[in-house]
């Protein structure tokens, strides 16, 4: 199979699994979805929708977080870990948006990369999820769906989203990197691996993945 007819089985297969995906983390615009991103580094998805109603019901706005000190906010998101950098984080981007974008996140990938706490990846989720911009944030189910496929060489998420830009159409970015997540969690998990429900790395995968995996399990 060439990469091309990998990369239209992958499409056609999501597709058919994921016609419409729910973005994973609760949010109700642009900034609380940038607050809920930020917080999901190092963390899980499900533990970040624990805490951002207790963050949100005090402050769901620049202007009402700032009101807060930072050891107000470090308090709340305790939970979800490395809580005194995002919290520092949260209080300074939120007062670069009032100072700067009145109070609004601005729609451009390079202005949200200048936020404390703010990297590519966040950034990236946040043109893709909040402003429908194409966006191809590779997080570690990306990275390890694109590796197993023998999409990518899994060197690092820089060159995986490369890969990924450079192989997938644009118009399909922001759907299909959700479609991965939900895909990589469902059927193709780090632990606890069946490659017999997982179809897609089952059909196109790397051979030397499966090659492991099948020895794996003879022992």
């Known amino acids: 199979m060439t990469k091309q007819e990998k990369v239209k089985f992958v499409i056609e297969t999501l597709n058919k699994l994921y016609p419409q995906v729910p973005i994973p983390?609760?949010?109700?615009?642009?900034?609380?979805?940038?607050?809920?991103?930020?917080?999901?580094?190092?963390?899980?998805?499900?533990?970040?929708?624990?805490?951002?109603p207790l963050l949100f019901e005090v402050a769901d706005n620049p202007y009402d977080m700032v009101k807060l000190s930072v050891e107000?906010?470090?308090?709340?998101?305790?939970?979800?870990?490395?809580?005194?950098?995002?919290?520092?984080?949260i209080h300074g981007l939120s007062q670069i948006l009032i100072d700067k974008y009145d109070g609004k996140v601005p729609?451009?990938?390079?202005?949200?990369?200048t936020f404390p706490a703010v990297g590519h990846k966040t950034a990236s989720v946040v043109m893709s999820q909040a402003f429908n911009i194409p966006a191809f944030p590779v997080d570690t189910h990306i990275h390890r769906m694109m590796y197993r496929w023998g999409l990518s060489n899994g060197k690092n998420v820089v060159q995986t989203e490369k890969d990924a830009k450079r192989l997938f159409p644009e118009h399909s970015w922001n759907l299909l990197h959700l479609q991965m997540i939900w895909y990589a969690r469902q059927y193709?998990?780090?632990r606890g691996w069946d490659l017999d429900k997982d179809i897609i790395t089952k059909t196109i995968g790397r051979k030397s993945v499966i090659d492991d995996y099948l020895k794996k399990k003879k022992k």
């Open 107 to 113: 729609a451009d990938l390079e202005a949200l990369k």
């Open 72 to 89: 107000e906010i470090r308090d709340i998101i305790r939970p979800v870990g490395l809580s005194p950098m995002k919290s520092k984080g």
């Open 188 to 190: 193709s998990p780090a």
């Open 25 to 52: 983390l609760d949010h109700k615009d642009p900034y609380t979805l940038l607050i809920a991103v930020l917080l999901s580094a190092q963390s899980t998805d499900v533990r970040v929708n624990q805490i951002t």
